[in-house]
């Protein structure tokens, strides 16, 4: 399995690139959005689920983890393919995640190859699934402080979804890294 490539952008089409790694050219699936914002002749770095069904053989690519994350939570709901997956994770990680957490089928239904029942399908399979969802709401758009107290107090062996509910509750007058920390440990030993 391929986890990850780093290469340069040789050619793009309508929903793939072929990045060149090393010698060997690529041909890996990515979002529109990915499209739009990559050049060809220029570097990039993609996180790879490798894709096999039948003979087929198939690359798609992620900017972030949490785009793979949410990629590979798609593809357990029945009846939604790689395809429908990437057009979904097109939308925006943060995106799907409230339509998910507001049970928005509407914003589901705007996507192709997507009806009703299935973003129904999407949104009860993945409410069950809402810690995985909470970890990409809380480090889409986050600072690298916020990583490092996150990072911290999973290596202390909290666990990463109450870890994550602390770091939310930090008090904005609190501004050293070390008092972020204390104050989150204080916070999960209440919950002890």
Do not use: W
């Amino acid at each position: 399995m391929i986890g990850a490539l780093r290469g340069k952008i040789f050619s793009k089409s309508q929903n793939s690139v072929i990045l060149f790694a090393g010698d060997v050219g690529y041909t890996v699936f990515v979002t529109n959005r990915f499209l739009e914002k990559t050049k060809t002749d220029t570097d990039a770095f993609l996180f790879i689920h490798t894709h096999i069904r039948d003979d087929v053989f198939d690359l798609f690519g992620f900017p972030t983890t949490q785009e793979l994350h949410l990629f590979k939570l798609l593809l357990t709901v029945s009846g939604i393919g790689p395809k429908t997956a990437l057009a979904i994770i097109d939308r925006g990680v943060l995106a799907v995640t409230q339509a998910v957490q507001q049970s928005d089928v509407d914003f589901f239904t705007t996507i192709p190859r997507l009806g009703k029942k299935n973003a129904q399908k999407i949104i009860i399979e993945l409410k069950q699934k809402l810690g995985s969802i909470s970890d990409l709401d809380l480090t889409e758009h986050t600072s690298s402080e916020t990583k490092e107290i996150l990072e911290a107090l999973v290596s202390m062996g909290f666990i990463k979804s109450e870890a994550i509910r602390a770091i939310q509750t930090i008090p904005t007058d609190i501004e050293a890294l070390e008092q972020k920390i204390r104050y989150c440990l204080k916070q999960l030993g209440k919950r002890a």
